[in-house]
């Protein structure tokens, strides 16, 4: 079933307000008045003028400029007029302007999503490019918003899995093919997007990006995004094959949740990623991919890998910086695999390993540096990681905490 969402008005956009004229122009007039008055009364200030002799005669001269005066302030108030009734024309200009943009948008928009509902791959591929230069192009980010999620809810959708090679399925796995080209492009217009700076055209940083149960299947590039702002979630995702990068990546606001994720296959990269801001959730199962974390900067914000099941495959933190927001493994397992933190530097800020289980593959902390901060493995079982009480010296310093067997277990 093809996503059928139109899209959503601006709520400024609504309506155009606008005061009545003479209510406009009696404020305006008020304020001519108000601002003359303190004209004069600095004029009269300025000049040290006390009083006007009673006595004194109005001459010719003296009449004749106060007609001039009089055509003055008359003149004056015709362009203030003027003035009230030109804002007014061009602020309904305006608003006109924007309701043509949204009625062509609206209208480029259903052609678009119909696209989406076609049979043909070909036709599919192209709502989708139609789509993203709808977001390029919208007049407001309510519009950019709602193309953003009419893409992210076609990966969202269900699809038919490869029926194999098997020469009997030939046309089922050629269509299967055609149609997941259309989901990867979605997905590399994605990264493109969120990699262009923030308020560029084609930008798309800021805007939400909802990729709830988005199966991951091929090589993807989100290298060097950035999302820095409002929601963004790979939540229940599967990284199931080829290879995805997020090297350089930042993730500095809002809240983007990896919760419920599952990387069973290929490799995901985040080497060189930074997390200054916002929450990152990581409540993922890691079981069969090779996933790189190395020489990523955790400096601000909150990142939990709480609940984490490392049951195999290969985890990186190899020359990772923990230097300040807080960092969480809390009840983390750790029970196939291999997990490094060989090289961290825990230097800064809180790392929580809480409750988590060592139950099987390696953990290694060889050669990290445990500087300052709070790093603690309060009532955590099993083996000591390698490396870990080396790491640490003995005894503990303020603000690393370890099971007392494990301090005894020291050499």
Request: aromatic residues 12%.
């Amino acid at each position: 079933m093809t996503p059928n969402r139109r899209p959503r008005p601006a709520p400024n956009d609504r309506e155009l307000r606008l005061w009545q004229v003479g209510r406009a122009l009696t404020l305006a007039f008020a304020a001519a008045v108000l601002v003359a008055g303190g004209v004069f009364y600095f004029l009269v200030v300025l000049l040290d003028v006390q009083e006007i002799g009673a006595t004194a005669k109005l001459d010719a001269k003296t009449l004749f400029d106060l007609v001039k005066l009089s055509f003055g302030v008359v003149a004056g108030a015709g362009a203030l007029v003027a003035l009230v009734v030109a804002y007014r024309r061009q602020r309904v200009d305006e608003a006109g302007a924007h309701r043509e943009a949204t009625r062509l948008h609206t209208e480029r928009f259903s052609q678009a999503v119909d696209k989406l509902g076609s049979d043909s791959p070909a036709v599919r591929l192209g709502g989708v490019h139609a789509l993203a230069g709808l977001a390029d192009d919208a007049p407001d980010n309510s519009l950019r918003q709602t193309c953003i999620d009419v893409l992210c809810a076609y990966l969202q959708l269900p699809f038919t899995p490869d029926p194999g090679t098997d020469p009997a399925h030939q046309e089922e796995h050629h269509r299967y093919l055609a149609f997941r080209k259309v989901r990867h492009t979605i997905l590399r217009l994605i990264g493109d997007h969120y990699r262009r700076p923030k308020g560029t055209h084609r930008s798309w940083q800021g805007c939400d990006l909802d990729l709830t149960g988005v199966t991951i299947d091929g090589d993807m590039d989100f290298a060097g995004a950035t999302f820095s702002g409002g929601s963004t979630s790979f939540a229940g995702a599967t990284f199931s094959g080829g290879d995805v990068y997020f090297d350089n990546a930042t993730f500095s606001g809002g809240s983007t949740s990896f919760h419920g994720a599952t990387f069973s296959g290929g490799d995901v990269s985040f080497d060189n990623a930074t997390f200054s801001g916002g929450d990152v959730y990581f409540g993922a199962t890691f079981s069969r991919s090779t996933v790189y974390f190395a020489d990523a900067t955790f400096s601000g914000g909150a990142v939990y890998f709480d609940l984490a099941e490392f049951s195999g495959g290969n985890v990186y933190f190899g020359g990772a910086t923990f230097s300040g927001g807080s960092t969480s493994f809390r009840g983390a397992t750790f029970s196939g695999g291999d997990v490094s933190f060989d090289n961290a530097r825990l230097s800064g800020g809180d790392v929580y390993f809480v409750r988590a289980t060592f139950s099987g593959g390696d953990v290694s902390f060889d050669n990290a540096r445990l500087s300052a901060g709070t790093v603690s493995f309060d009532s955590a079982t099993g083996s000591v990681p390698q490396g870990l009480l080396a790491a640490v010296g003995t005894p503990p310093p303020a603000g690393v905490t370890l099971p007392s067997a494990w301090i005894l277990s020291a050499p």
